[in-house]
């Protein structure tokens, strides 16, 4: 029977989707979903399939649920909003601030960073693992690879936040002005590297030449604001997500304290089970089929990636249970093809680190209440956790 899911409501994703997500899989793996007018992909495959055929589906129109969360024309000119070969190019000019080798020279500074924010931890007390812990270290990391202050780190997850909460009801801050605030940041910012360049990405993009000239500062502000809202969001939430998957899988939890070298498949298994971003989407170009349902061009094509990452026939029957040990792990929550996320390598090193040395407090640690989710379609991540760490 049709569970009637309600793809474009905040409160599915925050509640329980994945009944909905098998059912899906089951009996409509390519579902019409009349009120908003898009497909929703299920499996796996068909999630693989669209995001590596750029030239079937375009990014350019949208990739967020039609009608939900805010977006501004200012964001349309984002890396994730454009196709080839324009993405190609742009993706170009950052790339090399996150190759593999220039992201494991800041293991070190990750790890000074991570202990100083895991020392905050009291045993016998309480806290909010979400916002003092699985916040900052991912914010202080980004600030700082920029080239801006840590002590903003504050201002940022506050701009952040409003921008990616701009469904949720409990968010103070219009959207509208967080992004008018961040960008007189940043404008601030690159001004001030322009005139003193520093070891550190943003000035070396103001070094950079397309086309034979420097980047605009409209450039510079696109990048820096995605890698602050992208880089920062999904390693948070993995963070806070990650840690509520390890307290309520006490057994998981022990494999690892037993076995540290786990640590990166549990990380892999984190981002495959607690899928920090929930979708994306893409807008035919021309008429296709997927399936044998025939997509129109023009209809917008959504990509379930909490759906996908626990298809059976990918995953195997234990696909819906939190397994560290699971390997191979083929989870797509960084996407396929041109849009794979270009940060996955830093992200990895930063969940990485900060479990090395979270994972004995967690060992001590419990719920103290109900995790309080952001309301989004797209980043329902964890707002407030709180927990009680046993002396």
């Known amino acids: 029977m049709d569970p009637a899911p309600r793809l474009h409501d905040p409160e599915f994703y925050v509640g329980d989707p994945f009944p909905t997500y098998r059912w899906m899989r089951r009996e409509a793996p390519v579902y019409w979903y009349p009120e908003r007018e898009f497909w929703a992909l299920s499996r796996y495959e068909d999630v693989r399939w669209v995001s590596i055929h750029p030239e079937l589906f375009t990014s350019t129109q949208g990739i967020m649920i039609p009608e939900t969360g805010e977006v501004t024309p200012e964001m349309m000119e984002l890396l994730v909003f454009t196709d080839p070969p324009r993405h190609r190019d742009l993706r170009a000019l950052i790339k090399h601030g996150f190759t593999p080798q220039r992201v494991a020279e800041l293991e070190p500074r990750l790890r000074e960073l991570a202990r100083e924010i895991v020392a905050r931890i009291v045993p016998g007390s309480d806290l909010d693992l979400a916002s003092e812990i699985a916040a900052p270290f991912p914010t202080v990391v980004i600030a700082e690879l920029i080239g801006a202050p840590a002590e903003d780190w504050e201002a940022f997850r506050t701009w952040s936040d409003a921008i990616l909460g701009s469904q949720d009801p409990g968010e103070t801050l219009a959207a509208a002005d967080a992004h008018a605030a961040l960008h007189a940041y940043f404008l601030r910012l690159i001004d001030e590297r322009r005139a003193e360049p520093r070891d550190d990405l943003l000035s070396g993009l103001l070094a950079v030449q397309r086309d034979g000239a420097p980047l605009t ?36 939890l022990r494999i690892v ?24 989407t893409r807008t035919a170009v021309r008429d296709t089929e997927i399936r044998g349902q025939k997509i129109a061009a023009g209809q917008r094509v959504v990509m379930l990636y909490g759906a996908a990452n626990r298809d059976e026939e990918v995953f195997g029957l234990d696909a819906e249970e939190f397994r560290v040990t699971r390997h191979p792990n083929r989870h797509i929550q960084f996407g396929f093809g041109e849009h794979i996320c270009v940060g996955a390598h830093l992200t990895r090193l930063e969940a990485r680190v900060i479990f090395e040395e979270l994972l004995p407090h967690l060992a001590r640690t419990e719920l103290a209440g109900k995790p309080q989710r952001r309301l989004a379609t797209m980043v329902p991540g964890i707002k407030h956790m709180p927990v009680h760490v046993a002396g």
Request: hydrophobic letters at 45%.
């Open 217 to 252: 500062d409209d450039d510079l502000y696109h990048f820096c604001w995605l890698l602050l809202i992208a880089g920062n969001e999904t390693t948070r939430n993995l963070i806070s997500l990650g840690s509520q998957a390890l307290i309520e899988h006490p057994d998981q």
């Open 257 to 280: 304290l037993d076995d540290p070298a786990m640590l990166p498949l549990a990380v892999e298994e984190m981002l495959r089970w607690c899928n920090p971003v929930t979708h994306m």
